[in-house]
């Protein structure tokens, strides 16, 4: 079964007609535990936020955490959330070749596999690192410029995927912690974006997780691990109601929201 954010778009929201009270909102604390983390913001487990990945940030959702596309949003728009006493997360496709970004032109044809179900994108040989951590560093190099807090690298699992090419969990673990270490060096906090089976291997390696319809797959619980190490967990389902699914969510101590597949302005949270 398909899974994720290109799995979203085949997702009709539903009207939601009721919300919940979820836990109280907090933007988190600075890491100072060791593997040179001094410093780096870590967000708390129940930390409240705005996922906004259709074009330029609208500032009026009154949260504390901010996830929003790293080359459609400029350091003047991250500076203003910051004013607002947000922090800010910035969106980075690591998993995918997009043909919209201008940054295109740096991906060799050797590391496009098939495409990945939405337009202009196409699966990425994730085995080459030699290639692809360059091109990835410049993208953090993207986001730690523009003042941004941390990054949001999606596409995380594509292992589980048919992408042309034949990878394997070991790949993706290799990669995964390259994609961690390139945000760290730049003093960023990184998110784990699904990939719930290697959460196990790689939550020591990531400052939070974003998860997309754990509620409808029935696969919450398994991002405890991110909780229990005091790291929040930011969560969105599509196409459930939030009186279907945000009992569980305060009890885990999830940071959940219904959001439409585009990823606009509207939420509902818990």
């Known amino acids: 079964m398909a899974r994720g954010r290109w799995a979203a778009a085949a997702v009709l929201a539903v009207a939601v007609v009721a919300g919940c009270s979820g836990p109280g909102p907090g933007d988190g604390a600075r890491e100072t535990g060791s593997g040179g983390g001094a410093g780096r913001w870590r967000p708390r487990p129940g930390s409240a936020w705005q996922w906004q990945l259709d ?3 609208d500032p009026s959702a009154d949260v504390p955490v901010y996830d929003i596309d790293g080359f459609e949003n400029s350091a003047a728009d991250v500076a203003r959330l910051h004013r607002d006493g947000r922090k800010v997360i910035c969106y980075v496709n690591v998993g995918a070749w ?3 970004r201008p940054d ?3 991906f060799p044809g ?3 596999g098939r495409a990945n179900g939405w337009d202009g994108e196409r699966w990425l040989d994730i085995r080459r690192i030699d290639v692809l951590r360059p091109i990835m560093e410049r993208r953090f190099d993207m986001c730690r410029d523009k003042g941004f807090d ?3 690298p999606d596409l995380v699992d594509a292992y589980d995927e048919d992408t042309g090419f034949p990878l394997t ?5 290799a990669y995964n912690r390259m994609i961690a270490r390139i945000a760290h060096e730049r003093g960023l906090a990184v998110g784990l974006k699904n990939d719930l089976p290697q ?3 790689l939550v020591a390696d990531f ?3 974003v998860n997309e319809q754990c509620a409808e797959f029935g696969e919450c619980e398994r991002l405890t691990p991110f909780v229990e190490a005091g790291k929040a967990v930011f969560h969105v389902e599509y196409s459930e109601r939030p009186g279907d699914f945000c009992a569980q969510s305060r009890r885990l101590r999830l940071s959940s929201m219904v959001k439409e597949p585009e990823l606009g302005v509207w939420r509902e949270p818990c």
């Open 55 to 57: 074009g330029r940030v």
């Open 98 to 100: 997009e043909e919209f």
């Open 104 to 106: 295109r032109e740096d």
């Open 110 to 112: 050797s590391v496009l």
């Open 150 to 152: 941390a990054v949001e």
């Open 169 to 173: 969990a070991g790949d993706q673990l």
């Open 199 to 201: 959460i196990p291997q």
């Open 207 to 209: 400052d939070f997780a």
